[in-house]
């Protein structure tokens, strides 16, 4: 006698939009664009399965509620500027100054921005995102704002390293890479924007124009030899 298997999740309403894409991600990106659009509580999981084209039953199969899809969300967000600034920080100061090392960070983290889908960072100081089960990626942001910090305090000249501690530099400086969001809300960023965010980023620091400029080439090549 065989013995009838209970298939996992429920047949689609609709064709998936994006056929090389697993539900798992159709399901992570239907989310963003409705948490961006509608803001978290207006957005029901019925919502994302219908955007999705499955059932709501499907949609459990991957994520138990909402919140388990944006904290997944907000992790994918800021992880690989994570990932990337260890890598870079671990290069200073044998193969890297930290000036070079905070416009590599600085550029890549922007660009990072600039191209997670729908605005994401939109999405990050949203009072919801304060809650308890969200403190996973605010430890995570908060690693990349002290490394900001570290390069920051080691790059910046003399007098400003002296006046404000390494923490303090870390909160203006991601604030700063962070303006991308802003930027977003306005217009599509263009190419000529992350050098301007990462040019900034060492002005904040107190280097002058021709520090900024033999930064920025260094970074090129760091990026290119070592990331």
Known sequence: ??????????????????????????????????????????????????????????????????????????????????HMVERIQALVPERATPAAALYAVAAMDARTLCRTPYNIGTLYLLPEVRAERFDAFRAERGRLQE????????????GVARSVPAERIGELLIQLVEVVIQIRRSREPQAA?????ASS???????????????????????????
């Open 1 to 82: 006698m065989s013995i009838t298997r209970p298939r996992q999740g429920r047949p689609r309403h609709t064709p998936p939009s994006d056929p090389g894409a697993s539900a798992r991600e159709q399901i992570l990106d239907a989310a963003g664009a409705l948490f961006v659009e509608r803001g978290i509580a207006s957005t029901s999981t019925r919502m994302i399965a219908e955007r999705v084209g499955i059932r709501q039953a499907s949609l459990y199969y991957h994520f138990a509620t909402k919140e388990e899809i944006l904290a997944e969300l907000l992790a994918t967000s800021v992880r690989p500027s994570l």
């Open 193 to 197: 924007d992350t050098d301007v965010i």
């Open 201 to 227: 980023c060492l002005r904040l620091c107190g280097l002058g124009e021709s520090e900024v400029a033999a930064a920025r080439d260094e970074s090129r090549v760091l990026l290119s030899r070592w990331v």
């Open 147 to 158: 490394s900001y910090g570290t390069l920051g305090a080691l790059a910046a000249a003399e």
